[in-house]
């Protein structure tokens, strides 16, 4: 098990450049006696925790700042050790002066990361909500804020502290089995193990969909806005983001290069990109590369506004697009544009197509593409399900589930209690992964406390 030093680290936790304040923090041993030799007011070293105090910092005759400064003691701060806040006024002069001096004392400029990484191996949480604390700082939309706030407060962890136990309780039965291979005792039907191998998977498989949106809430959506010239592809940008961002006319191949502007709905960041219009005869160039840079557009993205110019397009020319659109891995959601001026018949048969009819000059319509992407990324009811928004979480449960269904079929195939019981610490161990506990201890302390058999 790793264990954090404790020598004094100091750093600028606001970010660097000019502003009205600027906070420099200190983490470790004696830093409040670290501090308090710069400092002139009142002797720090005798006041209480959570204290905050005003004074003037003076290092070798020179006056370095007036200051407020905020006392922790171990363990009631952030890293669980001795922590001082200081606030300086925001210029980088001060902040390097400041910090300076308190290198000069004894402090050692932190790594990046280094308060957090000391909070998580000195206890104060685990590593689900440490990496939260990076997605905390790092959120820009409310959901982004709320996902990152509810992992900080242990709602994953929880979830998959569950699940470990489950496993735990599994994998302890079986080693009993071990114990008294001789006397050819199973203690576990074969068929309750089953089941609860696979309900378990069912419940790792939810965790795993999830990323999916997680991913969505973290780094945003990547819309394409494509379709023929002349579709309304600009418009329907202007309009949704309700300013003139693309130039919008009735002369084909208008867009040529690449416009990108974000919004946010539903406290998703929405990328859309408009594209140059998809034609097969042009002899323009620079349309040419437009129309090449639509398409690598299209594959990247996360989803796909297809525009279809209700006006000048029939059914059939239509039905034609919709066959080439088939074989795409990307999402799409079907706009009929220009329904003031559509033929009714050629409405009526594409709402039959699950196409969303509109106006791309209608604000007000506008609200239905919002409405359905919404739907198609299930976000209307986030606030109670567990999301994974890691990378690292998400890596380390398709391993867990993968193994559990190796569990499964060397099950059906009655393959040994040695090779379940491996297989199944295996999975603990990427399970433990996610949070940073040891897992092959926890397995031996589960088998002695409870299990104790007097051997
Ligand atoms: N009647 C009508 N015209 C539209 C609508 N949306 C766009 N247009 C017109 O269609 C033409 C092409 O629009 P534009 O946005 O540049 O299409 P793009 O080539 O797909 O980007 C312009 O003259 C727009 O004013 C609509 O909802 N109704
Ligand atoms: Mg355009």
């Avoid at 040419?288 to 020319?317: C, H, N, P, W």
């Amino acid at each position: 098990m790793l264990h954090s030093s404790h020598e004094p680290i100091v750093a600028l936790a606001t970010s660097s450049g000019k502003g009205a304040l600027a906070v420099i923090r200190l983490s470790g041993t004696d830093t409040i006696e670290l501090v308090n030799q710069l400092f002139k007011g009142k002797d720090l070293t005798l006041q209480p925790s959570h204290s905050l105090h005003f004074g003037t910092l003076i290092h070798e005759d020179q006056v370095l700042d007036e200051v407020l400064v905020a006392l922790f003691r171990a363990p009631k701060s952030f890293t669980k050790e001795e922590s001082v806040e200081i606030s300086c006024h925001g210029s980088m002069y001060i902040v390097q002066n400041i910090m300076q001096a308190l290198i000069g004392l004894g402090a050692r400029l932190a790594n990046p990361g280094e308060f957090t990484q000391r909070a998580f191996l000195n206890g104060r949480f685990d590593l689900v909500q440490a990496e939260a604390v990076a997605d905390l700082i790092a959120a820009d939309t409310a959901l982004a804020h709320q996902t990152a706030l509810q992992q900080m407060r242990a709602g994953f962890s929880s979830e998959l502290q569950h699940l470990r136990e489950k496993l735990i309780h599994l994998g302890a039965l079986l080693e009993l089995e071990l114990d008294f291979s001789e006397e050819d005792v199973a203690f576990v039907d074969r068929q309750s193990l089953t089941n609860l191998v696979q309900s378990l998977r069912t419940e790792i498989s939810t965790l795993i969909q999830s990323f999916e949106k997680g991913n969505v809430i973290k780094n945003g959506l990547p819309i394409a806005i494509v379709g023929k010239p002349n579709a309304g592809k600009s418009t329907l940008l202007n309009t949704l983001l309700q300013e003139d961002r693309a130039i919008v006319s009735h002369i084909a191949g208008t867009t040529r290069d690449v416009i990108e502007a974000e919004k946010n709905i539903g406290g998703i960041c929405c990328r859309f990109i408009d594209t140059a219009g998809l034609r097969k005869h042009t002899s323009d160039e620079i349309e040419l590369i437009g129309i090449a840079k639509a398409r690598s557009q299209m594959q990247q993205a996360a989803l796909i506004l297809y525009v279809f110019d209700l006006q000048t397009e029939s059914l059939s020319s239509i039905q034609n697009t919709l066959d080439e659109l088939a074989n795409l891995d990307v999402p799409c959601i079907k706009i009929g544009n220009k329904l003031d001026v559509a033929p009714v018949e050629l409405g009526t048969a594409l709402t039959q197509k699950d196409f969303l009819l509109l106006s791309a000059k209608e604000p007000k319509q506008i609200a239905k593409i919002e409405q359905r992407i919404m739907q198609l990324f299930d976000l209307n009811n986030l606030d109670s399900a567990t999301i994974v928004v890691n990378v690292r979480h998400y890596e380390s449960l398709v391993k867990a589930n993968d193994t559990l269904l190796k569990v499964l079929q060397g099950l059906s195939q009655s393959l040994s209690t040695e090779w379940l019981t491996l297989e199944i610490k295996h999975a603990l161990t990427y399970l433990g992964e996610i949070t940073g506990k040891i897992t092959t201890e926890d397995l031996l302390d589960e088998i002695f406390s409870k299990f104790c058999i007097g051997k």
